[in-house]
């Protein structure tokens, strides 16, 4: 039978092979680098045991020295001459060891610190001196001395090392000093024992400058040499390459009587033979694990071969049963699970009539689908759009959950706010079967969904679910756990959201927004023929809401067309009237009773003047010229221009501005805004008597680049009665004003995409807030 290179068989002997391979490398990398570590340590321990013997033979030196003396100096009486003892004295030793008192120097000391003789090499004679002799007698009568018998010196760059023995009787105590040389050949003399190789290095490293001495330091960075120099570190160990060879160093600190650092001794064993170890055992398990690998992978592929080739025949069959060939008979072959997954292939084979059952299911959700059609139908029939569009939204909400509507467990309606650029959440409806049921659900979850849902906020201008469904006006649907996904507010994770969709609201003017609906505890995925009902339901709702804003718009326009109609026919004649009774009191020889009566209603005259004015130029149908706009720039105009007017009324106004309030807009337009808006104030304060005041603030909102504009005055403010008609036209409660003011205003706000809102109390002030949008480059 012919194996296929994606079947499961050639899938398992390879992954097998690759798990072999990294376990095998694994494997070896622990032993080379246990191995590695071992031989490390051998050397190391190596370094230190041959460095503890230099030392021994170092320390035991110096004893062997004051043994000589002690035997040599009880030949001698005091009366002989102290320099003639120093002569005899070193001859004696000479003869007894000549190595190693070749270079020693003998001296004879009087207790008060007098040379009284000395004998050695010229080179060495002269280091004890009156500056030093005292420093040899206050070490000789330290506790410490005692014990050692000798300390170290540093004198003209050079160590010596002093040796002191005391003699002499009851009356007399003279002192014998051998002081000795600490160099390279002396550290040569400690050699022996030390078993070293011909490839192994001796150093001495000395703290002075002499050009004779071996100066070991050039080896070792400045960071090394100082830890080598603390007196702390009497023994030091390191890696170190030395003329290109890898050593092992073992540093003894030498020590002077001061405890100041003079140098050390240094054993370096070379790591050539650690290497070539290195170098030989890493091949050999190199080999080893090559051969481990070879072996294991050759096993265990006829293993896997033998275990899985009926799992392949079974395959062979599958296919052709797919391809709607014929399998007569089936040998059952295999063993364990294999042998199972035969025995229930052949009965799959043998009962295809289970087929009957998928049938089934599908007429099941057909039917529900189809309950599903009836269920929409009855809510597009129930709805009055043309009449509340929140109450047909809310019908709509509970629809989603009603048992003889579509039956979703909870929806969730959230509205958006163009003026913060959020959408908020406004109405909750729960499945009555879910909310009767307790045990379903944590409590926020179920029963008190309704307030967390209220006090949820989704920004629009982030990349979350909610905000876009809403900005691309399709359904978004998840089968699955909402805390995965990106809702737009923490709080929407935590509820529990399961296998929901997003249903946006668009075309409601201020109801726009989205549903978010789900099956809360229930395992009911939503498919593609739901969808594609809810995308029905989407569009009847949608056509509806956008027939009712048709019609909101046609009534409004053609209510601006009659007040165009009044102006044009109405005003026009009083307007002239106006104009001849003006002519009449400003004439230059008017009657005096002529003046006398028209003097009375020059006040109104000018006031219906205005008024004819500002109505004929509202309704004016003259097409938008929107271009970019500073408000920062218009408003300080508009306010320099009334500045003689207020302060004739002792009126302050002061004008507060973080931005510069770019928009994009009609100049014009806006001048009629901030001119209305700042007049109403004037008139308010005029009933105030005294500390008239008028705030004008702009400024820009970080979270959602909006522009917003304030106007406060403290002026009589306004009744609830009065803010709910504020925006109507003709309605006004200023005696011979038309009340168009205000309707003009919130209509040019609107056109412009903003928001106004009227904020007062009766008696105290009145605060106006305009809300829009910041001027972008894109625009």
């Known amino acids: 039978m012919k194996i296929r290179k994606d079947s499961l068989l050639v899938k398992i002997i390879f992954y097998n092979d690759i798990a072999i391979f990294l376990t095998s490398i694994l494997i070896a990398m622990v032993v080379v680098i246990t191995s590695f570590q071992d031989m490390e340590q051998r050397i190391e321990d190596t370094t230190k045991n041959k460095l503890n013997l230099l030392i021994g033979n170092y320390k035991s030196y110096f004893g062997e020295i004051r ?16 320099q003639k003892v120093a002569e005899t004295l070193k001859d004696n030793l000479l003869k007894e060891d000549f190595k190693s008192y070749y270079n020693a120097v003998v001296s004879i000391l009087s207790s008060d610190g007098l040379l009284l003789g000395e004998y050695g090499n010229e080179g060495d004679l002269g280091t004890l001196t009156d500056d030093n002799i005292h420093i040899l007698l206050e070490n000789a009568k330290k506790r410490e001395f005692e014990q050692t018998g000798y300390y170290l010196a540093g004198i003209k760059g050079r160590i010596y090392s002093r040796i002191i023995i005391p003699y002499g009787n009851e009356k007399t105590t003279y002192y014998v000093v051998v002081s000795t040389p600490i160099n390279e050949e002396f550290l040569k003399s400690l050699k022996e024992g030390l078993d070293l190789t011909s490839k192994d290095r001796i150093l001495f490293l000395s703290n002075g400058s002499s050009k004779n001495e071996n100066q070991a330091h050039k080896f070792f960075s400045s960071k090394t040499y100082k830890e080598i120099s603390k007196k702390d570190y009497r023994n030091y ?54 051969f481990i690998m070879i072996l294991s992978s050759t096993i265990s592929n006829k293993v896997f071969r033998k275990l899985l080739l009926p799992l392949s025949e079974i395959a062979d069959l599958a296919d052709k049963i797919s391809n709607g060939e014929k399998v007569d008979d089936m040998k059952i072959e295999g063993q364990g699970e294999i042998r199972t997954l035969s025995i229930s292939f052949k009965e799959m084979v043998e009962k295809l009539n289970i087929a009957q059952d998928d049938l089934t299911i599908q007429n099941q959700e057909l039917v529900r689908n189809i309950e599903r059609i009836e269920a929409i139908d009855k809510l597009l029939m129930g709805m009055n759009i043309e009449k509340d569009t929140f109450e047909t939204i809310k019908k709509l909400v509970s629809g989603f959950t009603s048992e003889v509507g579509l039956g979703y467990s909870r929806a969730m309606y959230f509205r958006y706010s163009r003026e913060n650029d959020y959408l908020i959440g406004e109405e909750v409806s729960i499945n009555r079967t879910l909310s009767e049921n307790s045990k379903k659900g944590f409590k926020f979850q179920v029963k008190n969904l309704k307030e967390l849902v209220f006090f949820t906020k989704v920004p629009i201008n982030d990349e979350n679910l909610l905000a876009r469904s809403f900005k691309e006006q399709k359904i978004i649907y998840k089968n699955d756990a909402g805390y995965k996904y990106d809702l737009g507010n923490d709080l929407l994770k935590a509820i529990g959201l399961k296998n929901f969709f997003i249903f946006p609201i668009h075309g409601a003017g201020k109801f726009s927004g989205v549903i978010v609906v789900d099956n809360y505890t229930k395992d009911i995925r939503i498919n ?13 709702f949608s056509v509806g809401i956008n027939n009712k804003e048709t019609t909101a718009n046609t009534l409004e326009s053609q209510r601006v067309l009659t007040i165009e109609k009044l102006a044009t026919r109405f005003l026009r004649i009083r307007g002239e009237v106006v104009e001849k009774l003006l002519k009449c009191i400003d004439s230059d020889n008017p009657g005096e009773r002529i003046i006398e009566e028209l003097s009375e209603i020059k006040p109104y005259l000018i006031r219906i003047k205005e008024d004819n004015e500002s109505l004929k130029a509202y309704s004016e149908q003259n097409g938008e010229k929107k271009e970019r706009l500073c408000l920062d720039k218009l408003i300080n105009e508009i306010i320099e221009s009334h500045k003689k007017k207020f302060r004739d009324e002792n009126i302050s106004i002061s004008f507060f501005s973080a931005t510069n309030g770019t928009i994009l807009g009609d100049k014009l ?7 209305e808006l700042l007049e109403n104030s004037y008139n308010a304060l005029l009933k105030r008597k005294q500390n008239r005041r008028i705030n004008v603030i702009l400024s820009k909102r970080k979270i959602n680049e909006k522009i917003e504009l304030k106007i406060i005055d403290n002026g009589v403010g306004m009744s609830s009665k009065q803010l709910e008609d504020i925006y109507e036209p003709f309605i006004s409660y200023q005696p011979q004003t038309l009340g168009l003011g205000l309707f003009f205003v919130h209509k040019i706000i609107k056109d412009h995409g903003g928001v106004i809102k009227h904020f007062s109390e009766e008696g105290k002030s009145t605060e106006v807030k305009i809300t829009l949008n910041a001027y972008k480059e894109e625009v």
Not at 67 to 82: A, C, L, M, P, T
Not at 528 to 540: R, S, V
């Open 669 to 675: 337009k806006f001048e009629k805004v901030v001119k």
């Open 237 to 290: 160990y390191l890696n170190k390459k030395i003329d290109g060879l890898s050593y092992y160093l073992g540093v003894y600190s030498l020590i002077g009587y001061n405890d100041n650092y003079l140098g050390s001794f240094i054993i370096a064993l070379s790591k050539e033979k650690v290497t070539e170890e290195k170098l030989m055992t890493s091949v050999y398990i190199g080999i080893l694990v090559l």
């Open 528 to 540: 593609q023929e739901e969808l594609e009902l809810l995308n029905l339901l989407a569009i009847n």
């Open 67 to 82: 043994n000589d003396v002690y035997k040599e100096i009880g030949k001698h009486k005091i009366s002989d001459g102290n």
